[in-house]
Every structure is written in C-alpha cells, then in structure tokens.
T-cell receptor
Framework: DTGVSQDPRHKITKRGQNVTFRCDPISEHNRLYWYRQTLGQGPEFLTYFQNEAQLEKSRLLSDRFSAERPKGSFSTLEIQRTEQGDSAMYLC???????????FGPGTRLLVL | AQSVTQPDIHITVSEGASLELRCNYSYGATPYLFWYVQSPGQGLQLLLKYFSGDTLVQGIKGFEAEFKRSQSSFNLRKPSVHWSDAAEYFCAVGAFSGGYNKLIFGAGTRLAVHP
C-alpha cells in the first residue's frame, strides 16, 4: 500500500491557461474526493466519486472546473482559464465503502500568476 | 448547517509541556469526528477518529481525544509535546450525505513548540 499519490506536486501557470492534476488513490479504495485548501484555511470539499460516478459537486466547483475518474481508478481535476483566485492546494483523498476514513495525498500546490 | 470551530489559531507550548487543542462542532446527528495533522507543504495525516463507543480515543504519536456530546466538543490532547509535533492541526466532522461522508474542516490550529 503506497498511499494516495498526486501529480504534480507544484504547478505555476499564467492566468488564462488550463491545468490538469492527477490523483491515484489507494488501490482498493472505491471512493475518491477532491478538496481545495487556501492559505490559512482548512480544506473545503469540491467533489466526490464512487467508482467512476461523480456523485456530488460543491458549489465551489465552477464551470471552469471538471473532474473525471474514467475507470474508477485514478482521477483528474482540470481547471480551464485559470484565475488568480484558483491559487490553492488541491488535495485528493480516498476511502473504502467499508471504512469511513479518508486518507489524503500530499496535494498539488497551484500558483496562478 | 454543519460546521467546525477551532477557537485557537496559534498555540505555542514548551517541549515537554502538555497540550490541548480545542474543537467544537455543529452537526444534527451523531458525528464522525477526526483529527488530522499537516506539516508545511504536505498533505493531511490522520491522527485519530471517533465513530462510536468509548468517548476517549487513542491515536498515533501519543495523541488522544475525548468526545463530549453535551459540549459538542472533540478536544485533542497530548501529555508531553515533542518538537516534532510542531505543525497545523485540523479537526473535521464527517457530514453524512447519500451514503458517504464528506469532511467539513475547521480552520486549523498552528502549533509551535519552544525548545
């Protein structure tokens, strides 16, 4: 069990560019979550997948954000036309249906210039 | 609405001193409660959790927490702090929704440890 991994760990981009982040959950976990954490705050829920189905999206997830989990394994989070306000740490977590404990990855820190 | 309050933004303790980090939650049903720790630039590591049963739960690194329903609190404690405990600590409640829990976090408490 290698834990939850995320790639890249850091991303610097210019305003208006598109970015994509990847999350690989713990292999036997069927639930996957994305959170966003801004400086000085706790993480905020963005979206949830059970297997490949996206079952909930937060109001924080504007139309510029899209997340997928095509085969129920890894997930991607894409931000189109990035804005400076998108600068944050994007955290991925996974859990199994039999255990209500979410395990977090190291996060992707995004800086939009 | 569900919420978590961590009243202390920053706490400084001396190494070897005891520690208590406060957490209050607002949730309509019996909550699932968690404490996570985050080192600078890192993800969150689970310290401990409460689902049901014994209200005093033990976690990793010598931490414990006590669930007090009457006070809507889940305070984190450690009898003797080590310099390596310096980090940010987050309390979270699992908001049950449609068969799964999404976590609602407090704003965190940053712990500094003096030698």
């Amino acid at each position: 069990d290698t834990g939850v991994s995320q790639d890249p760990r850091h991303k610097i981009t210019k305003r208006g560019q598109n970015v994509t982040f990847r999350c690989d959950p713990i292999s036997e976990h069927n639930r996957l979550y994305w959170y966003r954490q801004t400086l000085g705050q706790g993480p905020e829920f963005l979206t949830y997948f059970q297997n490949e189905a996206q079952l909930e999206k937060s109001r924080l997830l504007s139309d510029r954000f899209s997340a997928e989990r095509p085969k129920g394994s890894f997930s991607t989070l894409e931000i189109q036309r990035t804005e400076q306000g998108d600068s944050a740490m994007y955290l991925c977590a996974s859990s199994s249906s039999s255990e209500e404990t979410q395990y977090f990855g190291p996060g992707t820190r995004l800086l939009v210039l | 609405a569900q919420s978590v309050t961590q009243p202390d933004i920053h706490i400084t303790v001396s190494e070897g001193a005891s520690l208590e980090l406060r957490c209050n939650y607002s949730y309509g049903a019996t909550p699932y409660l968690f404490w996570y720790v985050q080192s600078p630039g890192q993800g969150l590591q689970l310290l401990l959790k409460y689902f049901s049963g014994d209200t005093l739960v033990q976690g990793i690194k010598g931490f414990e927490a006590e669930f007090k329903r009457s006070q809507s609190s889940f305070n984190l404690r450690k009898p003797s702090v080590h310099w390596s405990d310096a980090a940010e600590y987050f309390c979270a409640v699992g908001a049950f929704s449609g068969g799964y829990n999404k976590l609602i976090f407090g704003a965190g408490t940053r712990l500094a440890v003096h030698p």
